[in-house]
């Protein structure tokens, strides 16, 4: 199982519909995410700047290339563009962090 996190940028103030949008997270998106192997997966905000700071647990990295084709994600990255930072193809601006420290 490997941990990855990244961030993310809501705009400002939009950080309420974001949170209100994931509370009724579509169930077909949700099944997607976990038969991709994806587990344990937060966001949190940093109210400061607007800095979403996402954290999951995958199985297969590989399996997480794939999330990008599927219509359900593009449906949902499209539901998502008008209060968030997204590149050309309406996926967030996502940006990888590297892990410094990990207590178990």
Known sequence: MKRL???????????????KRHDAIW??????LKD????????FLDEKDRSLFGVLKVEDVF????????PIMKKW????KDIMETNEDHSPVSIPL?????LP
């Open 36 to 43: 991709s192997g994806i587990e344990d997966y937060s966001i």
């Open 77 to 80: 990255w499209s539901y998502m």
């Open 5 to 19: 996190a990244f961030r993310m940028k809501v705009f400002p103030g939009k950080e309420e519909e974001y949170k």
């Open 27 to 32: 169930p077909e998106l949700s099944t997607l």
């Open 98 to 102: 590297t892990e410094i420290f990990y």
């Open 63 to 70: 399996k997480m290339e794939e999330l990008p084709h599927q």
